[in-house]
T-cell receptor
Framework: AQSVTQPDIHITVSEGASLELRCNYS??????LFWYVQSPGQGLQLLLK??????LVQGIKGFEAEFKRSQSSFNLRKPSVHWSDAAEYFC?????????????FGAGTRLAVHP | GAVVSQHPSRVICKSGTSVKIECRSL??????MFWYRQFPKQSLMLMAT?????????EQGVEKDKFLINHASLTLSTLTVTSAHPEDSSFYIC????????????FGPGTRLTVL
């Protein structure tokens, strides 16, 4: 069965520090992978996605993620965190179903940023 | 662009009553809309998928008669929680996929349902 694991429930970093959020997936075929950010009162926003090609994916807000098939991982990184990055981050795998992807989400990682 | 709204943002109701939640795509036509449920400190779980003009497809374990979904137009889907009970209290989130962009889902801000 498909699943997504985000091992870190909470992460706290200082503003300006680098960030890495971990994501591991279980899926039998080549995965479609996504990272979303959820801020209070707002809908989930897509940060980046991987479908194929270059395994290092650039996203919005300075985020990037690297797909590593050998490790079944799709970790999210940012070289310098801003206070506005404090939010909940979700990794998801997309399972093709006809004309759309069924998204299977991880439990999320809550990021706190200290000044 | 690609904005999805939900109404209401919060609702409190008495046990046994029904509650309707609306999901609207404001600036695009959505061929497919999705309804998710999010428990505290947990991930989003897909409840059902709806295509405009056809019956919704429910995920395993989701009661069709409890969670009624209507996708009457390309910009509106509704979720009705019938005969709500305290265990239905949750955060309900919808998303919409534009026509011709099957891999992109745009999410609404969610609706917090509390059943007393």
């Amino acid at each position: 069965a498909q699943s997504v694991t985000q091992p870190d429930i909470h992460i706290t970093v200082s503003e300006g520090a680098s960030l890495e959020l971990r994501c591991n997936y279980s899926y039998g075929a080549t995965p479609y992978l996504f990272w979303y950010v959820q801020s209070p009162g707002q809908g989930l926003q897509l940060l980046l996605k991987y479908f194929s090609g270059d395994t290092l994916v650039q996203g919005i807000k300075g985020f990037e993620a690297e797909f590593k098939r050998s490790q079944s991982s799709f970790n999210l990184r940012k070289p310098s965190v801003h206070w506005s990055d404090a939010a909940e981050y979700f990794c998801a795998v997309g399972v093709p179903r006809g004309g759309y992807n069924k998204l299977i989400f991880g439990a999320g990682t809550r990021l706190a940023v200290h000044p | 662009g690609a904005v999805v709204s939900q109404h209401p943002s919060r609702v409190i109701c008495k046990s046994g009553t029904s509650v309707k939640i609306e999901c609207r795509s404001l600036d695009f036509q959505a061929t497919t809309m999705f309804w998710y449920r999010q428990f505290p400190k947990q991930s989003l779980m897909l409840m059902a998928t709806s295509n405009e003009g056809s019956k919704a497809t429910y995920e395993q374990g989701v009661e069709k008669d409890k969670f009624l979904i209507n996708h009457a137009s390309l910009t509106l889907s509704t979720l009705t929680v019938t005969s709500a009970h305290p265990e239905d209290s949750s955060f309900y989130i919808c998303s919409a996929s534009p026509r011709g962009a099957g891999d992109e889902q745009f999410f609404g801000p969610g609706t917090r349902l509390t059943v007393l």
